[in-house]
């Protein structure tokens, strides 16, 4: 019983604290801007980070991935919250309060990782 107990209480810190994801950019076709970030980032986050955002549900104000230089400078706070790799699976991000939003696939995950790897490499 202590055993199962404890099982519950670090599935529940680890889900609670996720992890960077180890990602690397991928030497051919690496994802850029314009190949997914843009999309990627207004499809599913600028609802609420945004400055121009209407109704931000909280999202705090310093966190805006509106430009490339904005995703570049908060890269390493979006991988541990969004992103899929090697070493984590992080899926805190988006926000699942407003439940009519699409969530990203596993595969566009993966592909963040990459992308915001390859922001860093530049
Ligand atoms: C429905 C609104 C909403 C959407 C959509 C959303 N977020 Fe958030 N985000 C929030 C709120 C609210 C917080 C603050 C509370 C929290 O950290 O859980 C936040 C916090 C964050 C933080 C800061 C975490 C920290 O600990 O400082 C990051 C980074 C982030 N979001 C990334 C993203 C990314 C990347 C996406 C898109 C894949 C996204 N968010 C989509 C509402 C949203």
Redo the contacts with the bound molecule.
């Keep these: 019983m202590k055993l199962l107990a404890l099982a519950f209480v670090s599935a529940a810190l680890l889900a609670a604290c996720d992890s960077p994801t180890g990602s690397t950019c991928p030497p051919t076709d690496p994802p850029t801007y314009a190949s997914f970030g843009q999309a990627?980032?207004s499809k599913?986050?600028?609802?609420?980070?945004s400055a121009n955002s209407p109704n931000?549900?909280?999202?705090?104000g310093d966190?805006n991935?509106d430009t490339e230089d904005d995703i570049r400078r908060?890269a390493a706070?979006?991988d541990?919250?969004?992103a899929a790799g090697p070493d984590a699976t992080n899926t805190?991000?988006?926000?699942k309060?407003?439940n009519v939003?699409t969530l990203?696939t596993l595969e566009e995950r993966k592909l963040?990782g990459q992308y915001l790897a390859c922001l860093q490499a530049q």
Excluded: G, K, N, W
Aim: aromatic share 14%.
């Design positions: 990627f980032f599913y986050c600028t609802d609420c980070h931000r549900h909280d999202a705090p966190q991935f908060h706070d979006i541990s919250e969004a805190s991000m988006p926000e309060s407003v939003m990203p963040l």
